[in-house]
C-alpha cells in the first residue's frame, strides 16, 4: 500500500459512488480493511463516526483515514481526490445540461445505490463480526440504532447517549 | 424538499440571458449592476454551508437561504436547475454546487474559495478527532471505544443504508437487486466495485422504462 495507491482508491470509488459517503464503506472495508489489511474494522468505524458528528459532507471521512495511514498529506490529497471530479460541474453548466434529466444517467444512479444498500448490509455484517464482540457492544448498537433512526435524534446526541448507556453498563457490570 | 425534477429552466439559457444583458450594458456604458459578490462574501457564505449539521441536506438549506432568499442572486428555478445538474456529477453534490457558484460568481479563483470554505470546518474537526483517536488507542480508554463510538457508528452505517433505498424493503426489483448484491458480497465474496457498476448497469435496464423517478440520495 503506497499513498498514490490510497489516493488513486479513494478517487476511483468516490467517482464510482457519486461522492455518496455511506456506499463507499463496503469498498473500503474490502479493500482497506481486508485486502491491503492497512485499517482495522475500529479505525474505519471510528472515521465514520466522526462524519456523522462533524459538520458538513458526509463523505469528509476519508480526511481521517488520509490522516492515519499518511498524516497530513495523506488528508490533503485524499480530499482533493473527492474534491476535483467538482469540476465537472463547469462543463456542465456550459451547455450540457440535458444531461440534468437524462433518464439513462438517472437510472444507473439508482441502480447503483440500489446494490449499495444490499452491500452495505454485507459490510456490516462483516464488521459486525470483529466488532459487535460482548453483550453491551449490541446493546449500545441497538440503542444508538433506536435513537438515529427510529426516533430521528440527531447524531451528536446519538453518540452521547448510546455511549453513556455503555459506559454505566460496564460500570455496572 | 427540493427535488430534482421539475427544473425545466435551462442554465444555458439563463446564461445567454446574462451574457446579452451584459452587453448590453457594455454599448450603453450605464453598468445595470449585475449581481456581484465578494471572495469574501463567497468564502463566508460557504463556510457557514460548511458548518451546517445533517450532511448534504443541511448544506443545500444554508446555499439556497443565502444565494435564493436572502441575497436574491439566483432565481429558485436556476438554484434548482444546478442542484439537478450537481447531481450527475460523479462527485459530492455540495462538491459540484461549490464549483459551479464559485465559478459563476468569482471564476476559477472563486472555485477554490468556495470549495476552501465548504471543506474546511469539517476538515479541521475531523482531523481533531483523528489526531484524539491517536491518544485514545495508546490511553486507558481504549477498552472504552468498542462498547461507546464504535457500534453506535455502526448503527450510523445501518441507518444509512435503510434511509439510501426507499422501495428496497418491500416486494420490488429494487428488493431483488439490493437482495441479490447482498448474497454476491456476504455469501460468494464478490468484489463490490465489480458489483456496484453490474448494479448500475442492470439499473439502466430495469428502471429505465418507468416513469422518471429520482435514485434516492
Redesign the interface.
Known amino acids: 500500500m503506497s499513498l498514490p495507491l490510497l489516493v488513486g482508491m479513494i478517487f476511483?470509488?468516490?467517482?464510482?459512488?457519486?461522492?455518496?459517503?455511506?456506499?463507499m464503506?463496503?469498498?473500503l472495508q474490502?479493500n482497506l480493511v481486508e485486502e491491503q489489511a492497512v485499517l482495522t474494522v475500529?479505525?474505519l468505524?471510528?472515521?465514520?463516526?466522526?462524519?456523522?458528528v462533524?459538520?458538513?459532507?458526509?463523505?469528509?471521512?476519508v480526511?481521517?483515514i488520509g490522516?492515519?495511514l499518511y498524516g497530513?498529506v495523506g488528508?490533503i490529497l485524499c480530499?482533493l481526490a473527492?474534491?476535483?471530479?467538482?469540476?465537472?460541474?463547469?462543463p456542465?453548466?456550459?451547455?450540457f445540461?440535458h444531461?440534468?434529466?437524462?433518464?439513462?444517467?438517472?437510472?444507473?444512479?439508482?441502480?447503483?445505490?440500489?446494490?449499495?444498500?444490499?452491500?452495505?448490509?454485507?459490510?456490516?455484517?462483516?464488521?459486525?463480526k470483529s466488532?459487535?464482540?460482548?453483550l453491551?457492544?449490541?446493546v449500545?448498537?441497538?440503542v444508538?440504532?433506536g435513537l438515529?433512526?427510529l426516533l430521528k435524534w440527531?447524531?451528536i446526541l446519538?453518540?452521547v447517549v448510546?455511549?453513556v448507556v455503555?459506559?454505566l453498563?460496564?460500570l455496572w457490570a | 424538499m427540493l427535488t430534482s425534477q421539475d427544473c425545466g429552466e435551462s442554465v444555458f439559457i439563463m446564461e445567454e440571458k446574462a451574457e446579452q444583458a451584459e452587453q448590453k450594458d457594455q454599448e450603453n456604458g450605464t453598468a445595470q449592476p449585475a449581481p456581484k459578490l465578494s471572495y469574501r462574501e463567497l468564502f463566508m457564505i460557504f463556510i457557514t454551508a460548511g458548518l451546517a449539521f445533517g450532511g448534504g441536506l443541511g448544506i443545500l438549506a444554508v446555499l439556497e437561504d443565502e444565494f435564493v432568499s436572502k441575497r436574491k442572486l439566483v432565481s429558485k428555478e436556476e438554484f434548482l436547475a444546478d442542484y439537478a445538474l450537481g447531481r450527475v456529477v460523479p462527485s459530492g453534490t455540495m462538491t459540484a454546487l461549490a464549483v459551479g457558484f464559485g465559478y459563476r460568481f468569482g471564476g476559477w479563483l472563486g472555485t477554490v474559495i468556495a470549495l476552501i470554505g465548504l471543506v474546511l470546518p469539517a476538515f479541521v474537526i475531523t482531523i481533531a478527532l483523528t489526531i484524539a483517536y491517536g491518544y485514545l488507542k495508546q490511553g486507558p480508554l481504549l477498552d472504552w471505544l468498542p462498547i461507546t463510538v464504535l457500534p453506535a457508528a455502526l448503527a450510523f452505517i445501518v441507518a444509512a443504508a435503510v434511509k439510501l433505498g426507499k422501495d428496497v424493503f418491500k416486494p420490488s426489483l429494487d428488493f431483488v437487486l439490493a437482495a441479490s448484491a447482498f448474497v454476491g458480497a456476504f455469501v460468494f465474496g464478490l468484489n463490490p466495485a465489480l458489483l456496484l457498476i453490474v448494479g448500475g448497469i442492470i439499473g439502466i435496464f430495469i428502471f429505465g422504462r418507468k416513469k422518471p423517478e429520482g435514485a434516492a440520495q
Open positions: 476511483l470509488f468516490n467517482v464510482m459512488t457519486f461522492g455518496n459517503g455511506p456506499v464503506i463496503p469498498l474490502k475500529d479505525q468505524l471510528y472515521s465514520f463516526a466522526i462524519a456523522r462533524t459538520p458538513g459532507q458526509a463523505n469528509m471521512y480526511a481521517a490522516y492515519m497530513w488528508a480530499v473527492i474534491t476535483l471530479p467538482g469540476y465537472l460541474m463547469i456542465l453548466l456550459k451547455g445540461e444531461f440534468k434529466n437524462n433518464q439513462q444517467v438517472k437510472s444507473f444512479t439508482r441502480g447503483l445505490t440500489t446494490t449499495s444498500v444490499g452491500l452495505i448490509f454485507a459490510a456490516t455484517l462483516q464488521i459486525g466488532s459487535l464482540t460482548s453491551i457492544a449490541w449500545v448498537f441497538l444508538a440504532l438515529t433512526y440527531n447524531p446519538t453518540l448510546a455511549s455503555g459506559v453498563l460496564k
